[in-house]
């Protein structure tokens, strides 16, 4: 008989940018050290902390777990209720706290009652439609991939829909919010498969992050 081949690492995929660091602390303090992750800032896959990081774009982290090719991952509210991917979501790990917010120029204010054509610009139009519907507000949704405080001050859309954290970006922008669609914080992402096969595993990382939350 053949050796059995040892199982390979847990992969994780992790969002690029500031839960990437929130997350390195986090997983420091349950007794996981994923600081190589952001010192080799090049390297795409990491062996760290006894599992296989993936560094990915914060949209693509529900991708890579709803197909399996990472075990777990990290995404924040405003994703997951973009792209509904279809993974556990067994904890808030309450990192990259933020809003998203309906906003608008101070000096332009959007009559809602009026029969204006309106446009809102967003990196999230799932959400932003959802939104417009559940207020029966009609509105032409258009998407933008970052940058979106700037689409009401060149007359590319009325409003916006985008995330806030301290809101120095709308100040320095002449916006002001008039609305909250939802609290974000980034969650853990487990693939449904990976939480059958190797249940034992996941739960006792689940345990320690849990211990210190
Ligand atoms: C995010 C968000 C806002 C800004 C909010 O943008 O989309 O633009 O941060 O932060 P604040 O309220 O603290 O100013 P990000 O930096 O991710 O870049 P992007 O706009 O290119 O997506």
Known sequence: MSPARPPRPLVLALPKGRVHEEAVALFRRAGVDLGSTLSETR?????????????VRAQDVPTYVAHGAADLGIAGRDVLEEERPDVYEPLDLKLGACRMVVAEPHDRPVDERGLVHVRVATKYPQVTRRYLEGRGLFAEVIKLYGSVELAPLTGLADRI???????ETLRQNGLREVDTIMHVTSRLLVNGASLKLRGREVDALLRRLRAVL
Do not use: I, N, P, Q
């Open 161 to 167: 829909v985008d995330l806030v954290s301290s809101g």
């Open 43 to 55: 390297k795409l896959t990491h062996e760290a902390g006894g599992l296989r990081v993936l560094v």
